[in-house]
């Protein structure tokens, strides 16, 4: 007996990782041994002394347990939310430039009008956020990727230094722009753990190192380029080192207007001479500059 069910359905071309997210946020340091074995366990996002704890399905008893065997641990809230909601929108495929970055889960035909026309010189990167911010769509990854391209395409960079690197996007957009060593930063165990997985999807583990450690104590490492997406705060210590001018090339974003004029100050009481300035409606600022060497 035929059943009759209409035609069949094709493949759904977009489905993002999780449906839900169940995020437990906990005053403290919680102990991810405790946690890692579970199937629905995603990550543990650390800030200063509290943790936020990441489920795709919820995880009462979980947390209770946790909870009962680290006492010094404070249940302060708990929320439930669609993965795009927590992304602020969906993750799709984008162009910005020569790159075009596409999530793991969205199929290579299933190309978004928004992603714009291909370029024969097109850069593909696969780009899976997790629950790490950084998805490449706001505004200042956007500038970076085009600060990138625009040094890149006039001078070899040989060696980089990522600053506060997230989900990675920008050392890997270095690496497959011809980069042979990159190293990419974060304070952040879950934006490290993220990163070094976009690094191992797009097969750049020979030229992509993820370290876990501060800014401050990495920003003298050598490179001939320096990207710093990056809290104000930090990015004016790093402009107080020595080892921020010691670069040939900078590139600097996540500036607020109030703070990219105090940059701007900066870099004109030093050796550093803006090449080229992005900006947001008039909102975010990114620079591409250089240092005058000996």
């Not at 366990?41 to 009962?68: C, H, K, M, N, P």
């Not at 291909?118 to 769509?137: C, H, K, M, N, Q």
């Not at 990522?162 to 952040?188: C, P, Q, Y």
């Not at 004016?236 to 100050?265: D, T």
Request: hydrophobic share 40%.
């Amino acid at each position: 007996m035929t059943e009759m069910n209409g035609p069949a359905r094709p493949t759904p071309a977009y489905r993002p990782p999780y449906d839900e997210l169940f995020i437990y946020y906990l005053e403290g340091r919680v102990a991810e041994s405790a946690l890692t074995e579970l199937p629905a366990y995603i990550g543990t996002w650390e800030e200063e002394e509290s943790s936020f704890v990441f489920f795709s399905t919820a995880a009462e008893a979980v947390i209770d347990g946790v909870l009962q065997s680290q006492p010094s641990l404070t249940l302060i809230d708990r929320y439930q939310m669609r993965y795009e909601d927590w992304q602020g929108g969906r993750v799709a495929a984008f162009r910005s430039g020569r790159f075009h970055v596409q999530p793991p889960w969205e199929s290579a035909g299933a190309e978004r009008p928004a992603a714009g026309p291909r370029r024969v010189d097109e850069i593909a990167l696969t780009l899976d956020p997790g629950v790490v911010f950084g998805t490449g769509t706001h505004p200042t990854t956007r500038d970076c990727l085009a600060a990138l391209e625009t040094l890149y395409g006039n001078t070899p960079i040989e060696i980089v230094l990522d600053l506060g690197t997230g989900t990675g996007i920008l050392a890997i957009a270095a690496a497959l722009s011809g980069s042979r060593r990159v190293v990419a930063v974060d304070f952040n165990r879950l934006a490290v753990q993220t990163a070094r997985h976009n690094i191992h999807l797009n097969r750049v583990g020979d030229r992509v190192l993820p370290v876990q450690g501060r800014a401050e104590q990495l920003v003298a490492s050598p490179a001939d380029l320096v990207v710093a997406n990056i809290h104000y705060d930090v990015m004016q210590w790093l402009l107080q080192h020595p080892g921020f001018w010691e670069k040939r090339y900078w590139i600097l974003s996540g500036l607020l207007r109030s703070q990219a004029r105090e940059v701007e100050n900066l870099i004109d009481g030093r050796r550093g001479r803006i090449v080229k300035r992005w900006t947001h409606d008039h909102i975010w600022h990114t620079y591409l500059g250089t240092n005058v060497l000996d």
